[in-house]
């Protein structure tokens, strides 16, 4: 089991910056694929960016550029820093961890979400 605690959200005025933190819990945190996804009101939760265990990245196409995902193991957190907000980038931000056991078996595990909301 894989405990994720967001933090960092909150309110900012379009053009400015936040980041986000993820804290992850299990003593192999450097063998997970970490992600970001968020959802809007009335909308479905969508992709933002990812990053594997070998720093992989990946990013949907509308936070190319201003977003930035990282990673350090040593402390088992992931952050995304999000520059040049915009009032679409509101939304709740959920951090997601893929594993994958001895066995092989995969398991995704999900924070509890941190609100960002951009005013214009």
């Known amino acids: 089991q894989v405990q994720l605690v967001e933090s960092g959200g909150g309110l900012v005025q379009a053009g400015g910056s936040l980041r986000l933190s993820c804290a992850a819990s299990?003593?192999?945190?450097?063998?997970?694929?970490m992600g970001w996804y968020r959802q809007a009101p009335g909308k479905q939760r969508e992709f933002v960016a990812w990053?594997?265990?070998?720093?992989?990245?990946d990013y949907t196409s509308s936070v190319k550029g201003r977003f930035t995902v990282s990673r350090d193991n040593a402390k088992n957190t992931v952050d995304l820093q999000m520059n040049s907000l915009k009032p679409e980038d509101t939304a709740v931000y959920y951090c997601?961890?893929?594993?994958?056991?001895?066995?092989?078996?995969?398991?995704?595990?999900w924070g509890q979400g941190t609100q960002v909301a951009v005013s214009s």
């Open positions: 990053i594997t265990g070998k720093g992989d990245i």
């Open positions: 299990g003593r192999t945190f450097s063998s997970y694929a």
């Open positions: 997601c961890a893929d594993t994958v056991d001895l066995d092989g078996r995969r398991a995704r595990y």
